[in-house]
Nanobody, 121 residues
Framework: QVQIVESGGGLVQPGESLRLSCVAS????????MGWYRQAAGKQREFVAV???????NYLDALKDRFAISMDKAKNTAYLQMNGLRPEDTAVYYCSASVIRTSGDAMYPYWGRGTQVSVSS
């Protein structure tokens, strides 16, 4: 099995920063990509950012000036640096990893349970 665990969420004031971490563990041969999504109360889950094993990144356009995704391949860990947080960034942030469990196997998506980020004065 593969486990995805997010951490680093919390309550911050507008303008402050947070760094989220996502660790993938378990039966992993390699990870092709890791990404972040978020879901605010009463809204659909939305894409935030993704990074692949080559270091290529993609962001929701509205967030690319404030958020930065990175990955430590040796640690199977992805990070989301969030700067200049706003109340509208309040959401549960989920991590997803595209994992190959054994050599020659297909790639499968795995999700974590999320970490709450709340931005309020």
């Amino acid at each position: 099995q593969v486990q995805i665990v997010e951490s680093g969420g919390g309550l911050v004031q507008p303008g402050e920063s947070l760094r989220l971490s996502c660790v993938a563990s378990g039966n992993i041969f390699s990870i092709y990509s890791m990404g972040w999504y978020r879901q605010a109360a009463g809204k659909q889950r939305e894409f935030v950012a993704v990074i692949n094993k080559h270091g290529d990144t993609n962001y929701l356009d509205a967030l690319k000036d404030r958020f930065a995704i990175s990955m430590d391949k040796a640690k199977n860990t992805a990070y989301l640096q969030m700067n200049g947080l706003r109340p509208e960034d309040t959401a549960v942030y989920y991590c997803s990893a595209s994992v190959i469990r054994t050599s020659g196997d297909a790639m499968y998506p795995y999700w974590g349970r999320g970490t709450q980020v709340s931005v309020s004065s």
